[in-house]
């Protein structure tokens, strides 16, 4: 693997930002001709080029509360919600489980439970209880993000060498001061991966709590999706689906430039 700012690492960017846009450029152009050769109805499956008016539209002319920009924001806002609420119990949590045999005994089979309902399923609770608002998809995010995030804190836990642990306590740690010292600096790379999978997850989630919501909220990027469905503008519906799909990926991008900065440092 080169380093980053050397110029072979340098080169070897640019040709992966290259072979990305060369792949893009293909799919689009099969868009394209999919459409084309069988005559697809656009009411169907528009034209790149007319989502991408689209998209600008949206840019510039408000629907629902605002712009484009308005429905990424609060898109974003319920997702960091969410998320860091998910972040703040599921690590601490999995750490602590990962060293105490018997919490782990306790609060293994609730969360075995509870992992396996499918978040969107939590969707009309949530609305039940929070109201079709902020709180609803918050919480559908918090609830689908969890279960990776508090997995990979608990097995990083568990992997850390026990020569590493059992030196410390030879010097008098306690059990905290372990977990903090040598838990988390041992596991960062495993607890990354964990928060990989989150992102997609609770991001998945997301979009499918606001579309349960309907009109009820009206910002978002699911609220476009169901905009598009209700008005029959699929070039709405496919704008909205591209542009959530970008931004999951550039979530992702952003993590695993942290996971590589993160090696270095170990």
């Known amino acids: ?53 689209r998209l600008v539209r949206l840019a510039t002319h408000p629907v629902g509360e605002g712009p484009l920009h308005v429905h990424v924001w609060a898109s974003f806002q319920r997702f960091v919600g969410g998320f860091a609420m998910a972040v703040a119990l599921g690590v601490p949590l999995g ?27 939590w969707a009309p609770f949530a609305i039940l209880w929070f109201g079709a608002n902020f709180g609803a998809q918050a919480f559908v995010i918090f609830i689908s993000t969890l279960p990776p995030i508090l997995i990979s804190a608990y097995g990083a836990m568990r992997a850390v060498d026990p020569t590493l642990m059992a030196a410390a306590r030879t010097l008098g740690a306690k059990p905290m001061t ?31 709590a606001e579309i349960v919501a309907g009109t009820g909220t009206r910002a978002g990027l699911g609220y476009l999706i169901l905009v598009g469905q209700q008005t029959l503008q699929a070039s709405t519906t496919i704008g909205a689906m591209v542009l959530i799909g970008a931004l999951g990926w550039s979530f992702d991008v952003a993590l695993r430039r942290l996971e590589r900065a993160v090696q270095r440092w170990r």
């Open 1 to 53: 693997m080169y380093e980053r700012g050397t110029t072979q690492g340098r080169l070897a960017g640019a040709a992966s930002t290259g072979w990305v846009i060369v792949v893009l450029a293909f799919w689009i152009a099969f868009w394209w001709g999919l459409i084309v050769v069988f005559r697809i109805n656009p009411d169907f499956l528009p034209m790149p080029g007319d989502v991408v008016a």
């Open 95 to 121: 750490f602590v489980m990962g060293y105490f045999r018997l919490l782990d005994w306790a609060l293994t089979p609730l969360f075995e439970l509870v992992r396996y309902i499918p978040p969107i399923a």
């Open 178 to 208: 372990i977990i903090l010292e040598v838990g988390i600096p041992s596991s960062i790379p495993v607890l990354i991966g964990g928060l990989r999978i989150g992102v997609a997850t609770g991001w998945m989630a997301l979009i499918a």
